[in-house]
Every structure is written in structure tokens, then in C-alpha cells.
């Protein structure tokens, strides 16, 4: 018997085994789609420390031929302004992730308890809003005239709190990670509802916490669309909208320098303005960029986890 299931396994394996030349062509594979994805960072970094002239005059290089700070020092000759919606930012990030991961994990638990009478419901009620969208005109509506949050740092932070998406994966994964015996044996003892969810399934759920978190903080510190559409106040823009708002100062003037003044032509003529477009793309990513590794292991281990049908 035995020897049987030993038979069988080295079965299995050499069915599973990858052949050298398949192993080097995935390889390769893995390293162009890397490269595809670190050279145009690579590229944008090294054109926001180029100079304007050698720019123009021998245009995109990975490595500069002249290293300038122009473009850093154009966008940070605004540092009050640029400093406090970078402040907001960080605000909002940290307040729209924290409250977000709350509300989302809180739902999904709900929905994934069997034992719930409206669970169906809610089911239904979280899903339907993934296929049929409300609109902007409803949206703007309810938000800015109904619920008033319009030139208010909360409406940068409440709309994009919650979503069926992150809902359906916290559901999933309690479904499928936490058993009902442990939540049937904290009820014999006698632990609440929520001291059940913040003792016990909350340190359980590590994995599906991060990920959501990772989906938040991205969504918040990316948006710049929001203070577009709410923010009349340039002291509550965040760092996105302020930086679109001097990206598109920039291709205002150059599209319309030939019905400016001299003086406006020549601070056009010195103005770093590739090199500052890709200092706001690198000021932009970068911050976010550096938290992803800290999430990386349970951002992978969630979306696995999570994806088990339960």
C-alpha cells in the first residue's frame, strides 16, 4: 500500500514538474514584464532630473547628459501650498483607510454569518450596486445638495469609505477562513457580537485587512477627481488635485503663449516645464509606492484566501 502511494506521488509530481526550457521561457517572460514595468519609472525619474536645454537638446535619456533640480524647484517655489495638501493627503488617507477597513470588514462579517436572517438581503443589496451605477448627476446631488459635505475635507473621505468590491472579498474570506465553531463556542461563553469581531476574527483576518487597506490607501492618496468635483477651497485640495491643478496651469500657458505679454513669454521660456510635469509624477507616486511593501505578503496571501468560493 504503500509503495502504491509512493508511486502515485512521484506521478503527480513529474506531471507537475516544469521542463528546463519552459522554466527559462517563463524567466524571460517575468523579466520583460518586469522591465515593462520599472523602465518608464526609471525614464520619468531621469527626465525630472534633466535640465530643460538637454531636454531639448537631445531629448528623453535614461541617463541624463545634464542633472538639474529645476523642475523639483518649480513646483516647490509653491512649498506653503504644496506642503498643506500634502498634509491633507496624509489625512485623508490614513482617516478614509482606517474608517474604510472598519466599515468594509464589518460589513462583510455580517453578510458571512449563515445564522443572520437578512443576510440575503444584504447580499443582494451590497451586489446590485457592482452592475448598476447611480451616475454623476445623482451622485453630485446627493452629496453635495442632500447631505451638504461639498468644501469639506469629509466629503474626500466618506464617499470612497465603502465599496461592494472590498465587501465581497472580506465576505469571502471570513466565509471561507473563519469556522463557525469558534464563533458558536465565544457565543457559549458568552462574548458580544462585537467583542467576537474585534477579539477574535479581527487578528485573524490579517491577510484580507491588508488588502483592503492596500485598495484604500491607493484610492484616497490617487484621487484628485473628488476635490474636482467638491472643493472650491484651495486650502482643503489634496496633493493630486493640487498637483493637476499646476499641471494644468502649465499646458494652459503653453497653449496659449502667443497671446501673452513679453514678460509672460519669457518665464515661459525658462520654465522647466517636461521636467516638471515628471516631478509631479515621481512626487505624485512615490510616497505610495514605498508603503506597498510593507503590505506586499498579506496583499498576496488575502487575494488568495479570498478568492476560495465560500
Avoid at 466599515?103 to 453578510?111: P, R, T
Avoid at 443572520?116 to 447611480?134: D, E, H, R, S, T
Avoid at 505679454?261 to 519669457?266: A, C
Wanted: hydrophobic content about 50%.
Amino acid at each position: 500500500m504503500a509503495n502504491k502511494n509512493i508511486a502515485g506521488s512521484s506521478a503527480v509530481n513529474r506531471y507537475l514538474r516544469v521542463s528546463k526550457p519552459t522554466n527559462v521561457v517563463f524567466n524571460i517572460i517575468m523579466i520583460v514584464l518586469a522591465l515593462a514595468c520599472v523602465l518608464p519609472m526609471l525614464l520619468i525619474l531621469s527626465i525630472s532630473l534633466t535640465s530643460e536645454n538637454s531636454l531639448n537638446e537631445y531629448g528623453y535619456r535614461f541617463i541624463p547628459k545634464e542633472f538639474s533640480l529645476e523642475g523639483y524647484g518649480y513646483i516647490f517655489t509653491q512649498s506653503p501650498a504644496i506642503m498643506r495638501a500634502l498634509g491633507i493627503s496624509v489625512i485623508i488617507t490614513v482617516t478614509g483607510t482606517i474608517l474604510g477597513v472598519l466599515l468594509n470588514s464589518l460589513m462583510g462579517y455580517v453578510i458571512s454569518r449563515k445564522s443572520y436572517k437578512l443576510q440575503k438581503f444584504f447580499i443582494w443589496f451590497v451586489f446590485v450596486p457592482m452592475i448598476f451605477n447611480g451616475g454623476l448627476v445623482s451622485s453630485y446631488f446627493i452629496i453635495g445638495n442632500f447631505l451638504r459635505l461639498s468644501n469639506t475635507i469629509w466629503v474626500l473621505i466618506i464617499p470612497l469609505a465603502v465599496s461592494s468590491y472590498s465587501i465581497i472579498i472580506c465576505k469571502t474570506f471570513f466565509r471561507a477562513t473563519i469556522p463557525d465553531s469558534l464563533i458558536e463556542s465565544a457565543n457559549i461563553d458568552g462574548a458580544s457580537e462585537l467583542t467576537i469581531f474585534f477579539k477574535i476574527i479581527l487578528p485573524l483576518s490579517k491577510p484580507v485587512l491588508a488588502t483592503i487597506a492596500l485598495f484604500l490607501s491607493f484610492a484616497y492618496w490617487n484621487d484628485w477627481f473628488t476635490s474636482l468635483l467638491y472643493i472650491h477651497n484651495p486650502g482643503l485640495y489634496s496633493l493630486q488635485a493640487y498637483l493637476n491643478t499646476i499641471l494644468t496651469d502649465i499646458e494652459f500657458l503653453l497653449q496659449n503663449a502667443y497671446m501673452m505679454g513679453i514678460v509672460s513669454q519669457e518665464i515661459l521660456a525658462t520654465m522647466p516645464r517636461e521636467a516638471a510635469r515628471m516631478a509631479i509624477v515621481v512626487i505624485a507616486v512615490a510616497p505610495i509606492a514605498c508603503t506597498y511593501p510593507f503590505f506586499q505578503r498579506y496583499f498576496v496571501s488575502g487575494l488568495t484566501i479570498g478568492a476560495i468560493k465560500g
